[in-house]
T-cell receptor
Framework: RKEVEQDPGPFNVPEGATVAFNCTYS??????FFWYRQDCRKEPKLLMS???SGNEDGRFTAQLNRASQYISLLIRDSKLSDSATYLC???????????FGKGTKLSVKP | DTGVSQDPRHKITKRGQNVTFRCDPI?????LYWYRQTLGQGPEFLTY????????KSRLLSDRFSAERPKGSFSTLEIQRTEQGDSAMYLC???????????????FGSGTRLTVV
């Protein structure tokens, strides 16, 4: 089983739609979780951290379910500029290296 | 120093040649990581340094790969006798590990795209 698994998509949605991405992780000892955004041929950039209580940043909401080892990202009122690949990321052990999922590609159409 | 710099941005090399990439991390960061990303995959961890010490190497890092961070500042990643399967984006990232063993400010460079022909 992969350490971090995501639905690769692609998700093709119209502008204004709400879209949700899911991710599962295998290491129950993982403590830190993130969503990264990666544009085509660019480096990954941190979108938001994910906390147990759930957190929101504008149109983006991230949630963590430790019991199910499940992380989600909800994007409301999607914009054309949200088109990118969204990477679910877990910090691996005590070394601090990031473990990435394959990413979910989102394409927002006019 | 506003970010992580990687050089070169692109490298095309013939199979069998050696290549070396450089990464300059954010100056206050004590940790430096190398990742490799191929098309359709997320970045995969290769190795990391705490200051000048290389503390972990992934199984992906074959004996043709070597990384150094001689003075705890910039790092180099060398690939010897390149193979077509080495074609990928090589990403460098840096962070600061605090006393609480939490890594802060994880920042990626723009990457070096290697094409082996």
């Amino acid at each position: 089983r992969k350490e971090v698994e995501q639905d690769p998509g692609p998700f093709n949605v119209p502008e204004g739609a709400t879209v949700a991405f899911n991710c599962t992780y295998s290491n129950s000892a993982s403590q830190s979780f993130f969503w990264y955004r990666q544009d085509c041929r660019k480096e990954p950039k941190l979108l938001m951290s994910v906390y147990s209580s759930g957190n929101e940043d504008g149109r983006f909401t991230a949630q963590l379910n430790r019991a199910s080892q499940y992380i989600s990202l909800l994007i409301r009122d999607s914009k054309l500029s949200d088109s990118a690949t969204y990477l679910c990321v877990v910090i691996g052990g005590s070394q601090g290296n990031l473990i990435f999922g394959k990413g979910t590609k989102l394409s927002v159409k006019p | 120093d506003t970010g992580v710099s990687q050089d070169p941005r692109h490298k095309i090399t013939k199979r069998g040649q050696n290549v070396t990439f450089r990464c300059d991390p954010i100056s206050e960061h004590n940790r430096l990581y190398w990742y490799r990303q191929t098309l359709g995959q997320g970045p995969e961890f290769l190795t990391y340094f705490q200051n000048e010490a290389q503390l972990e190497k992934s199984r992906l890092l074959s004996d043709r790969f070597s990384a150094e961070r001689p003075k705890g500042s910039f790092s180099t990643l060398e690939i010897q006798r390149t193979e077509q399967g080495d074609s990928a984006m090589y990403l460098c990232a840096s962070s600061f590990l605090g006393d609480g063993l939490e890594a802060y400010g994880y920042t990626f460079g723009s990457g070096t795209r290697l094409t082996v022909v």
